[in-house]
């Protein structure tokens, strides 16, 4: 069965870095855009950053537009978000999502982010 693994979170100061990771399994990886999402306390879940099955196109939310880079490695089955710059409006609970065509949508457990001094 699909199944998709966070990591990563965490407590971090405004101003630092993050990495986080999506290990997926369960279907064949390279042939899906994978995608990020987060959902702060009281708020809906909104889209974070996207990536193409090989990983030449990516689109991001304008609030993390050049502090956060996703990126995939085919060979291990991971997406990665590596973000930078946090601000404690990212404090959230981040998920990674993948979309596959006849089968549904899939989401992760989710990982803790909380930007805080």
């Known amino acids: 069965q699909v199944q998709l693994v966070e990591s990563g979170g965490g407590l971090v100061q405004p101003g630092g870095s993050l990495r986080l990771s999506c290990a997926a399994s369960?279907?064949?990886?390279?042939?899906?855009?994978m995608s990020w999402y987060r959902q702060a306390p009281g708020k809906e879940r909104e889209l974070v950053a996207a990536?193409?099955?090989?990983?030449?196109?990516?689109n991001y939310a304008d609030s993390v537009k050049g502090r956060f880079t996703i990126s995939r490695d085919n060979a291990k089955n991971t997406v990665v978000l590596q973000m930078k710059s946090l601000k404690p409006e990212d404090t959230a609970v981040y998920f990674c999502?993948?979309?596959?065509w006849g089968r549904g949508s899939y989401w992760g457990q989710g990982t803790q982010v909380t930007v805080s001094s």
């Open positions: 990536i193409s099955s090989a990983g030449g196109s990516t």
């Open positions: 999502k993948v979309v596959i």
């Open positions: 369960g279907f064949t990886f390279s042939s899906y855009g």
